[in-house]
């Protein structure tokens, strides 16, 4: 029998492995979708990938006792999750290349940092300052680096989205981590992206949908499941079943690592130097503030 430390490594490592396709998947997917077209398809698969979890849980139940004002809730943070994150991500891949923005939006637990210590008077210790700096450092590698050394075309307006996305990103953290409550994980992920793709499908009436082809669809929905569903589910299950969460978080590091040889084998882009070096500093530096220096857990 499997004991529950087995069952909790075997979880994340499948959520660990399926996020690190995912940037990858993104770019294959802007081939043949919009950045808006690919999030519709994405979060639609997504839902049903949540109502039939809550089905097999038998949670349906669980959405009766909700508020009106809980309803309210969730239908704004609908709106930035999956809305306006993953909007302004697929915008960010569909401008850079992946290796590029794929460390950017690694950059949220940074700025969860500032925002917690503005937001939630969270003040920042005096020597998390030097993670924070030896991330950024690793962002100016990336962004300077990539153009100067791997001479790839870098898009400022790309860099500034795949920044607003880490910073979406971190926003959504902040607020769900502080506000939710009691409510089950997957319900609220269900009541999300039902308000989400709802906010969607009113959008396609207005913008029109002009490019869907089979690849896309197979592609945007690759994405739906692996990146904004099941991922999510895995790694929830495996921190419940873990006695040793920090090393099932510790996990998730590896992510980005893994991603640059999928997007250096399948996409055939050639992985510079910089972008090792950036990558490393950067998760050098949340690392360091969020294990190497004791402060209040966030």
């Keep these: 029998m499997i004991s529950n430390g087995a069952k909790a490594i075997i979880s994340a490592s499948f959520a660990v492995l399926s996020w690190s396709t995912v940037a990858t998947a993104f770019k294959l997917a802007l081939e043949h979708l919009t950045h808006f077209e690919l999030l ?3 979060s639609s698969t997504s839902l049903l990938i949540f109502a039939i979890i809550l089905t097999f849980q038998h949670r349906w139940k669980s959405l009766i006792g909700i508020s009106i004002g809980k309803f309210g809730y969730f239908a704004l943070l609908g709106l930035l999750n999956p809305v306006l994150y993953y909007l302004v991500l697929f915008k960010s891949y569909s401008l850079l290349p992946a290796q590029i923005a794929q460390p950017i939006n690694y950059m949220w637990p940074i700025f969860l940092t500032v925002f917690l210590a503005i ?3 969270q003040p920042i210790p005096n020597r998390k300052y030097i993670g924070l700096i030896i991330s950024l450092c690793g962002l100016i590698i990336i962004s300077i680096g990539s153009s100067k050394i ?3 075309d870098v898009s ?4 500034f989205f795949a920044a607003l996305s880490a910073v979406l990103w971190s926003v959504y953290w902040m607020v769900t981590n502080c506000n939710n409550g009691k409510t089950d994980a997957n319900v609220a992920l269900f009541l999300c992206f039902l308000f989400g793709t709802i906010y969607l499908l009113i959008m396609a009436c207005f913008l029109g949908i002009h490019t869907f082809t089979i690849i896309g669809i197979l592609s945007g929905m690759y994405v739906g499941c692996f990146e904004m569903g099941i ?5 929830g299950y ?3 079943k873990t006695d040793n969460p920090a090393l099932i978080n510790q996990m998730c590091y590896l992510s980005p690592f893994m991603s640059l040889f999928f ?3 399948i996409l055939h882009e050639p992985i510079v130097m910089t972008t090792y070096l950036g990558l490393g500093m950067i998760v050098a530096g949340i690392i360091f503030n969020q294990y190497a220096i004791k402060s ?3």
């Design 40 to 42: 519709l398809v994405a």
């Design 119 to 121: 937001f939630a008077h």
């Design 150 to 152: 791997g001479h790839f």
């Design 156 to 159: 400022g307006v790309g860099i």
């Design 231 to 235: 991922p999510f589910v895995a790694f």
């Design 238 to 240: 495996a921190i419940s």
């Design 263 to 265: 997007i250096s084998v």
């Design 296 to 298: 209040k857990t966030y």
